[in-house]
């Protein structure tokens, strides 16, 4: 007998890390070690592995196993090591073959069965790109694993099938035992809810045009008014006139959904924008991403590549609503905790929704509003003025009246507006590819002044907004990037003075009122 190795991988945020495993077994009295950092759940694999491998016909040795998880330094947790550390003890004790450099990845029941984990996609993903494309997992996680370029999976039921594949005896295998998974998925996990349509929508054609220009140009947006006035209605129908995610964009949101166990395992690549809609009593930690140990993805990752919705934004604490300012310009969340640091993508279309008041009355002539005016002031002061400065798009939506309900089913549907959007997408692609760019959200002020500088005369409302201090050299480039689009919408080559006043119309509209 000598020292037994395998592999696996160690997930530190959405990064994985080639961890080998080797396994010694000694002359002492019955004992199992794990060392390199385990955590509980981790720990807890001694007894799992015993269990299983006992219940399977391949009972582990009597003397002392020691496991030690390479590199030392790195926090392992989960039971993901389960497979791995069983095939590495069965390797040293002469069960099993040579693994060579097969990456197993499945956690252990205690009657022999492999189980799925979480994070299997970007735990695979890590594999295959470190040289390691063999990848064995549980049977209901192949179908996930598979979705990785270059992976090479086999999938198993029981740890007795895996081991007679890898040279056990059979006639110590309890090869006859095929248990029934239970699905894991309900008859109704493969039907994708039907997306809220825009034609839904009475009137508001003001708020209608502004949501499809934060759509076509990737902006955030601000929509202050009354109770029943349509925000949220105007939210909910912003994933539908998004574009489907492209290859490497659906490969990111399938991972961070992967790792947050939106699902037990993904069957296939989302393709579609998500949509993160948290109350407005979440934490931190729920938003942003954290807790014990290593931390877990927010709301704000799960929304990638998609939108974070924030209802009654000023209801939300302050401290979580600053923390957003990070990924919005940088599209990166990194939480650091004492276990280690995680950095989860995170670029996200920001919409907030607000009353204008506590009460909710305050909109129009606001006669019936029974708030005071420094009520109001530290109602709507609750969102910071720096964060303020970040949204491209602050709307005042007014309540709908009588004659925009007799407008309704004569609305222009999603599939109508999505169509412009896609088009000026298109347009900004032909622009922006060459810089790495995806849309004019992205387009960094240096180059809206560089490359992209528009002529004196058409920026003079601007300039003379930023003379008065009414306009901040930030909200001066949100300006310029919303006029891009309306440009792009309009299949205009530049924006012009037009485009310009219509932008900087929509960046004020909420502050005017």
């Not at 959405?14 to 060392?35: C, H, K, R, S, W």
């Not at 494309?133 to 996930?144: G, K, R, S």
């Not at 076509?216 to 995610?245: N, Q, V, W, Y």
């Not at 959904?257 to 069957?267: K, P």
């Amino acid at each position: 007998m000598g020292v037994g190795r395998s592999y696996c991988v160690a997930l530190v945020g959405l990064n994985g890390y080639i961890v080998e495993v080797e396994a010694d077994i000694g002359q002492t009295l019955p004992n199992f070690i794990i060392l390199g950092l385990p955590d509980a759940a981790l720990n807890e694999a001694k007894e799992r592995i015993r269990s299983a491998a006992q219940n399977s016909g391949i009972p582990l040795s009597r003397r002392k196993i020691t496991a030690n998880l390479i590199p030392a330094s790195l926090p392992k947790r989960g039971s993901g090591f389960d497979l791995a550390i069983t095939m590495a003890v069965l390797h040293a004790a002469g069960d099993i073959r040579e693994i060579g450099g097969s990456v197993f990845i499945a956690e252990l029941g205690l009657d022999g069965r492999l189980r799925p984990v979480r994070g299997i996609l970007p735990a695979v993903m890590a594999a295959v790109q470190a040289g390691y494309p063999d990848i064995v997992v549980a049977d209901a996680n192949v179908t996930e694993a598979s979705l990785v370029p270059g992976a090479k999976v086999r999938g198993y039921k029981t740890l007795a099938r895996l081991a007679f594949d890898f040279g056990a005896d059979p006639k110590e295998l309890a090869l006859d035992y095929n248990p029934v998974d239970v699905d894991v998925y309900s008859d109704d996990a493969d039907i994708a809810p039907l997306m809220p349509d825009l034609c839904d929508v009475s009137g508001q054609g003001e708020a209608r045009r502004a949501l499809e220009v934060a759509a076509a140009g990737g902006h955030h947006m601000l929509l202050t008014g009354p109770p029943g006035a349509g925000k949220t209605m105007l939210a909910e129908r912003l994933p539908g006139l998004l574009p489907d995610l492209a290859g490497t964009a659906a490969m990111e949101v399938t991972a961070i959904h992967s790792l947050a166990a939106v699902q037990s395992s993904a069957l296939t690549l989302i393709r579609r924008p998500p949509f993160e809609n948290p109350h407005h009593s979440a934490t931190s930690a729920a938003i942003i991403g954290g807790g014990s140990g290593l931390p877990r993805p927010g709301a704000a990752s799960r929304a990638h590549r998609g939108v974070l919705f924030l209802d009654e934004a000023p209801e939300y604490e302050r401290r979580v609503l600053d923390a957003l300012r990070q990924p919005l310009e940088s599209g990166e969340l990194v939480i650091h905790r004492s276990a280690g640091t995680a950095a989860y993508p995170a670029r996200f279309q920001l919409v907030l929704a607000a009353n204008p008041c506590p009460c909710g009355k305050a909109s129009g002539k606001g006669m019936d509003c029974t708030c005071t005016a420094m009520m109001r002031r530290r109602y709507f002061g609750r969102i910071s003025g720096p964060l303020l400065d970040r949204v491209d798009i602050q709307l005042q939506v007014e309540r709908v009246s009588l004659a925009d309900f007799g407008q309704a089913g004569k609305e222009e549907d999603t599939l109508t507006v999505a169509a412009r959007v896609m088009a000026a997408r298109e347009r900004q692609h032909e622009r922006l590819a060459d810089m790495g760019l995806e849309t004019n959200s992205q387009v960094p002020g240096r180059t809206l002044r560089g490359e992209l500088r528009l002529a004196p005369g058409t920026t003079r409302i601007l300039d003379t907004a930023l003379e008065r201090g009414t306009l901040t050299a930030r909200g001066y480039d949100r300006v310029l990037r919303l006029a891009w689009t309306l440009a792009d919408l309009a299949h205009s080559d530049t924006p012009d003075i037009d485009h310009i006043g219509q932008a900087l119309g929509l960046r004020q509209a909420a502050a005017a009122t």
